[in-house]
Nanobody, 125 residues
Framework: VQLQESGPGLVKPSQTLSLTCTVSGGSITNDYVYWSWIRQPPGKGLEWMGAINRSGSRYYSPNLKSRTSISRDTSKNQFILQLKPVIPEDTAVYYC??????????????????WGQGIQVTVSS
């Protein structure tokens, strides 16, 4: 299973960040159980943001729940992250991942079964 993130590399403060993860070689409704978004700000560790499972149920980090929304498009085999409004502290490399268990305490990308290459997002005016 391969995952690929896409979206803007630069977003202005107060705007909405929308990132898409396209899954190939597998199905978001049949392969793995949880599809997550995680991020890594510069000089910091990995942070779990939220997930959507194969049935469409959603899980969010309490720290980001008020600003985060995860959805999916099963016809395109994609799941989508929306973060609004963004602030400069949201500058990070964002990854989408797939796993059999819900992993909230992330230590490394290898905690997951599959992950994308990551996409740099900078929040700046």
């Amino acid at each position: 299973v391969q995952l690929q993130e896409s979206g803007p590399g630069l977003v202005k403060p107060s705007q909405t960040l929308s990132l898409t993860c396209t899954v190939s070689g597998g199905s978001i409704t049949n392969d793995y159980v949880y599809w997550s978004w995680i991020r890594q700000p510069p000089g910091k560790g990995l942070e779990w943001m939220g997930a959507i499972n194969r049935s469409g149920s959603r899980y969010y980090s309490p720290n980001l729940k008020s600003r985060t929304s995860i959805s999916r498009d099963t016809s395109k085999n994609q799941f989508i992250l929306q973060l609004k409004p963004v602030i400069p502290e949201d500058t990070a490399v964002y990854y989408c991942t797939g796993s059999l268990e819900l992993i909230r305490d992330v230590r490394a990308l290898t905690d997951f079964s599959s992950w994308g290459q990551g996409i740099q997002v900078t929040v700046s005016s």
